[in-house]
């Protein structure tokens, strides 16, 4: 079947100048919306190139878009009501979107346009049907609190009031009120309450932008309580089959969702035996191992081990009571956590979760299956490096 996918591919090596185009006139057409988003415009649609070619790729060559691509995108139109534009807004976005298509002069921009109308009337269709039902397009919780674990790591803590609608181990858009029209996506490392408590472990990173300003990651790391958070529909598909026992591996800040899983496993009614391997650069980074104790005290089915690459801490670390445990806890191991754990053999009666920096997941995922663990055993949740919207490959 001839496809869109030559349109999609200038799109994707275009696909600044292609932002930037669809940014001038949905701007110059919708006044409001250049409130809505961040006064940086590298911020903005990073992925809407990419996301445009997808759907063109998958598209036949009369710019039909197939069923399975149009449901992804219902799923879509759901999500981006958390943005706060109405339904209404979309067929100004699809002539935006045309407007970017034809610009570049690309090939097959008409049966381009024809698709992205298509989608847009799908994803406006969707977010209408939403609202009928009476579906919440964002929640807002406070920070009540925020740790500093170490001088790169924070844990905060927000309620909501109600109960937020999230599974252990997903993940949530998050925003707030100093960064307009920015989201990161975080997991809580705690499950859902009655109350809508949340709890967050973020990593603050070192870089800034052009301007000397802070990365985001140290905005969201270091709120004030009363600040709060704007949240959207929570994504995300790690889950235990509840069939095996089960293998975690938590990169660094990786630990929230898996610990979330924790916790919730405390309400089953059957637990699995569970292995946790905890690991940091540095043994003060292990920031929540106090915590991790306590847990493995009252739970015999659990078992955790740190693992770290360096077995001192360097001067710049912070390291806090946090990150160290009591005697009882297994004894740390100095090594690259992939490897320690291939060590002990194949893991092939296992559900295996891996979570943190795409590094250190693709790492510990190659270790594993050369040790003889299956990889359709193996879930994964890689931060930083992710690609939701892959170009097609050859044959798929």
Known sequence: MQTLTETGTVLRERSAEFRDAVQQRLYQDVLESRQVFPISLRHTHLELADACAWVLERTPATGAVPAEVLDRLRELGRDHRRHGFPADIYPAFAGALSHGLHSLDIPRADAATRALDTVCSVMAAAAREADLAGTAP????????????????????????????????????????????????LSPALPSNDFGQLEFHVRALDAADGNGAPDISQLLATPKPGDYW???????????????????????????????????????????????????????????????????????????????????????????????????????????????????????????????????????????????????????????????????????
């Open 138 to 185: 964002a929640f807002s919780a406070e920070v009540l609190g925020v740790q500093r674990r170490t001088r790169r790591i924070s844990v905060v803590r927000l309620e909501a009031g109600l109960p937020v609608d999230y599974r252990a181990g997903q993940h949530l858009p998050v925003t707030t009120s100093y960064l307009p029209g920015v989201w990161r996506m």
């Open 230 to 396: 704007t949240f959207g529909a929570a994504r995300g598909t790690l889950h235990l089959s509840g069939e095996r026992d089960v293998l975690m591996i938590a990169h660094g800040t990786g630990l929230a969702p898996l610990r979330a899983m924790l916790f919730d496993m405390l309400d089953w009614e059957h637990r699995p035996r569970v292995h946790l391997f905890v690991s940091a650069e540095y043994p003060g980074e292990l920031y929540d191992l106090m915590g991790l104790w306590d847990l493995a005290i009252v739970s015999s089915w659990l078992s955790v081990v740190p693992v770290v690459e360096h077995e001192e801490d360097t001067w710049w670390v912070g390291a806090t009571e946090s990150s160290r445990a009591p005697r009882g806890l297994h004894l740390q191991v100095a090594g690259q956590v992939g490897d320690v754990v291939a060590s002990y053999g194949a893991w092939a009666d296992r559900d295996v979760l891996i979570v943190g920096d795409a590094a250190g997941v693709r790492a510990s995922e190659a270790a594993l299956i050369a040790g003889g663990t299956p990889p359709e055993l193996i879930q994964t949740e890689a931060w930083e490096a992710t690609n939701d919207w892959p170009p097609l490959q050859h044959g798929k």
